[in-house]
């Protein structure tokens, strides 16, 4: 009886050097194992062992095949040859048996029977008997035939299952289920490897390799072959490949289609289908993506008569995919493809909500299954992570909630969810944060490089804060290099700080670039806790602007909480109020300038000039911030004397340069109202500027009392019997009352950017701007809008009469440069004829 030898090596060209020496010998059995799993699979089918000849090659999988083998009580004692190399990375014990490669063919028969030394073979206590199957390696598909008609006269199971509806195996020749690469006919000689197609009746062959003996089965020629499909190892690398690339397609219609094309050909699916069925939807599932690779042209079904689509809309999974998942269930649109195996897999959100379905499929059985459904599962989780952002993204550009740049929310939407997190924390009494990140220089790259690199930096900067915190927080854009965050859910103060130190870290790594260059940005961080720092909105991104300023303070590129601790904020006041009383003087003040427009010809009517500091450690710092600080240490009155004056002779060169008759609004304070000689300093900057007074409008804002400024009509009074225009700023948002406003000498009224941004949000406030108009309207007073950020802003206040608009719809506020580029770009556009911009 031949003996059976075990041979274990990783290494194809020993393997073969083992066989070929062997096998000429004709007395022994071959079985093969490439590595540790093939080695414990083949040992669990208990074969009859007489010898093992093991590759000593000193990998990790040779040391875990000794160890298998080993420890196996049946086989323990067997018998081991070590065939070694040149220069061995193991070499075997004085005590093993063993010879070099180059001598394989020379020795190593002789060396197998010397170590086998009897005909008792090594066998488990419950003998199996000699098998084909372990004639090769474990896990094949194998069939044996007889000679020489080579007729199968058995077949393994997985064979079985290769070919399942064509029939039985057994019986057919190997012509028919072969066909060699190269033209090789039948009856093959021995050998590993060999390429050739299985062929089935339904026309879908299967690509794979062969490994052939002939053998001698109780004095009958018998053919041996094992097939290896190849297609679940290409398929497991192509599904993997694809999973890893599925996640650069973009979520519009192109990039669902530019995946779905990838699943299919990746997957060698015949049919891929998207549809999209979003609960506000009032028209049904909507196909999204649909790819067909099946012969000619399919007449799809209406969705509304595909119940299989209906199952799977409503959450369940339909898989109909290997042997084990039965016949397809009976649909149209399954009948139309002609499919045999396919799977719908619902598309769900992060709630388990459905958003839409996806359907593959195959004309033929799959036997790849295993690999197949995990493949799918996650190809859904795409498509639905794609809905559902695209979904966020469409009702968010809607209502201009979105910013467009980064597709984070906008300041808008970001004040809009600060609210709501207030309340609910007030009803839970649950703890939240407020950061707020800037852009270290980020002016210096903006203007080195150009806006254009600053746009690509703005929307790096993005995706590493969203990527920095949970899903269940808010990452928002406020405002050109500023963001806003919103940690909720806060146990511990420490777990803010350690997303904060993430935040610093991830911009320490550098930016690429559209160009391929790498620029390096970092960012401060200030963080405020609701309820211990602030219990309003408002107050709680003041703290958190105050502590982003001291995070600056200290070097830049690190965070700061907000100092609860008196002392160290009134430090910091002090450091700043010190060195605002030398701003002027240093050249560090600059007037931005925000044009206003004709709500109806939407062309340039007026500019508000707004002050910024910019300091020369800190950057530039928020009007906000130390508007503030300088009224309450009176700094504001030389502050605003030189706003005054620069904008005028500002406006004056725009005026002789365009002749235009632009009005120029100029903020007043309480401080500088309280001046007795107000009138004069005005008075003086239009004589020394030579502005027409009619093109100065000074701004108060509501809040300002008689109260707090005794003499407050009658100063104002004599500005506007100078020529001056006044206006009443923030409108709205103070405490006067209807008779103090009819009193007042005010041309204009400015609505509140708060009741503004609003429109399209709550009623109330825009019932609120509909009165504002309208009574100011019945008072003579022309009426300004500030804050009309999106186009539902524009139509609202145009179609209740509004008269003039200001914001960032239409411009931001912009340096002299700028504003001047843009009352050029107007001239021009006049010139030629056409319609005016403002942007």
Request: charged share 25%.
């Amino acid at each position: 009886m031949p003996s059976g030898v075990l041979i274990f090596t990783p290494r194809r060209d020993v393997r073969r050097a083992v066989f070929d020496a062997l096998d000429a010998d004709g007395d022994f059995v071959l079985l093969s194992a490439r590595d540790a799993a093939q080695l414990e699979a083949l040992l669990a089918d208990a074969p009859p062992l007489h010898v093992a000849v093991i590759g000593a090659d000193g990998t990790a999988d040779m040391a875990q095949g000794l160890r298998i083998l080993r420890g196996s009580a049946a086989y323990s004692q067997l018998p081991v040859v070590y065939v070694v190399g040149e220069a061995p990375g193991v070499a075997p014990d004085d005590s093993a048996d063993w010879l070099r490669e180059n001598a394989i063919a020379a020795e190593l028969a002789q060396r197998v029977r010397a170590a086998i030394g009897s005909d008792t073979p090594v066998v488990p206590s419950e003998p199996s008997g000699l098998d084909y199957r372990f004639a090769f390696e474990a896990g094949a598909a194998w069939v044996v035939a007889s000679t020489p008609e080579g007729c199968v006269i058995e077949s393994g199971g997985a064979m079985n299952r290769l070919m399942s509806g064509d029939g039985p195996v057994h019986g057919r020749l190997l012509t028919d289920l072969f066909t060699m690469e190269g033209g090789l006919a039948w009856p093959v000689p021995d050998g590993d490897g060999m390429s050739c197609t299985l062929r089935r009746l339904d026309g879908s062959d299967i690509a794979g390799e062969i490994d052939v003996r002939h053998l001698v089965d109780r004095g009958a020629h018998r053919i041996a072959v094992a097939f290896r499909d190849l297609r679940a190892v290409e398929m497991a690398g192509r599904a993997l490949s694809l999973l890893s690339v599925l996640d650069a397609c973009p979520s519009d219609d192109e990039g669902m289609g530019e995946a779905g094309a990838m699943l299919a050909d990746a997957l060698e699916l015949d049919v891929v289908a998207v549809w999209s069925a979003l609960p506000e939807s009032e028209f049904g599932p909507e196909v999204l993506t649909r790819i067909w690779n099946g012969p000619g042209l399919v007449e799809w079904p209406d969705a509304a008569d595909l119940p299989l689509l209906k199952t799977c809309l409503g959450g369940e999974t339909l898989s109909h995919l290997g042997a084990a998942s039965g016949a397809p269930v009976a649909d149209p649109l399954v009948d139309s493809l002609g499919l045999r195996s396919y799977a719908f897999l619902p598309l769900l959100d992060e709630r388990r909500n459905v958003l839409g379905a996806l359907l593959a499929g195959r004309r033929r059985s799959a036997s790849d299954g295993r690999v197949l459904e995990p493949a799918l599962r996650a190809a859904a989780a795409r498509f639905a992570s794609a809905l559902e952002l695209r979904r966020a993204r469409e009702q968010g550009r809607a209502r201009g909630l979105v910013d467009m740049l980064t597709a984070l929310p906008n300041r808008l939407l970001f004040n809009d969810r600060l609210d709501t997190t207030i309340r609910e924390a007030e009803r839970t009494g649950e703890c939240f944060a407020t950061l707020l990140v800037d852009l270290d220089r980020f002016k210096s790259i903006n203007d080195t490089l150009g806006h254009a690199v600053g746009d690509q930096v703005l929307t790096a900067v993005a995706k590493r804060l969203r990527a920095s915190v949970r899903a269940s927080d808010t990452v928002a854009r406020y405002a050109g290099d500023e963001f806003t965050m919103i940690l909720r859910h806060i146990i511990k103060r420490d777990d803010v700080l350690r997303i904060a130190e993430k935040v610093v870290q991830a911009m320490e790594i550098p930016l690429g670039l559209d160009d391929g260059s790498e620029l390096q940005a970092t960012v401060s961080v200030g963080i405020s806790f609701f309820p211990d720092d602030a219990t309003e909105g408002e107050l709680l991104l003041r703290h958190a602007d105050e502590a982003m300023y001291g995070a600056k303070s200290l070097g830049r590129n690190n965070y700061q909480i907000y100092a609860a601790n008196t002392d160290a904020s009134q430090q910091q006041h002090v450091a700043l109020k010190a060195r605002l009383r030398h701003a002027v003087k240093n050249d560090e003040l600059r007037v931005f300038y925000q044009p206003q427009v004709n709500a109806v010809t939407e062309d340039i009517v007026g500019m508000e000039a707004l002050v910024r500091w910019e300091h020369p450690e800190l950057g530039m710092i928020s009007p906000a911030f130390f508007i503030p600080l300088a009224e309450a240490s009176g700094l504001i009155v030389p502050i605003g004397e030189w706003v005054l004056r620069t904008a005028c002779a500002q406006a004056k060169a725009w005026e002789d340069t365009y002749g235009l008759g632009l009005r120029l609004g100029v903020n007043l304070s309480a401080v500088q109202l309280m001046q007795q000689n107000l009138a004069e300093v005005v008075t003086t900057a239009l004589s020394d500027t030579g502005l027409d007074p009619n093109c100065l409008e000074l701004e108060v804002t509501e809040s300002i009392s008689v109260k707090t400024v005794p003499h407050l009509v009658e100063t104002l009074d004599a500005l506007h019997a100078m020529g001056c225009h006044i206006a009443i700023d923030d409108f709205g948002t103070g405490a006067a009352s209807l008779d103090y406003l009819r009193r007042l000498p005010a041309d204009r009224i400015k609505i509140d950017q708060s009741f503004v941004r609003n429109i399209g949000v709550d009623p109330d406030d825009e019932a609120i701007v509909r009165a504002t108009i309208d009574m100011a309207h019945r008072l003579k007073r022309g009426v300004v809008a500030e804050g009309v950020e999106i186009e539902q802003h524009l139509q609202f206040l145009r179609a209740n009469g509004c008269d003039e608009l200001q914001g960032y719809l239409f411009c931001r506020p912009l340096p002299v440069v700028a504003f001047d580029k843009l009352l050029a770009e107007r001239e021009r556009v006049i010139t030629e004829g056409r319609a005016p911009v403002t942007a």
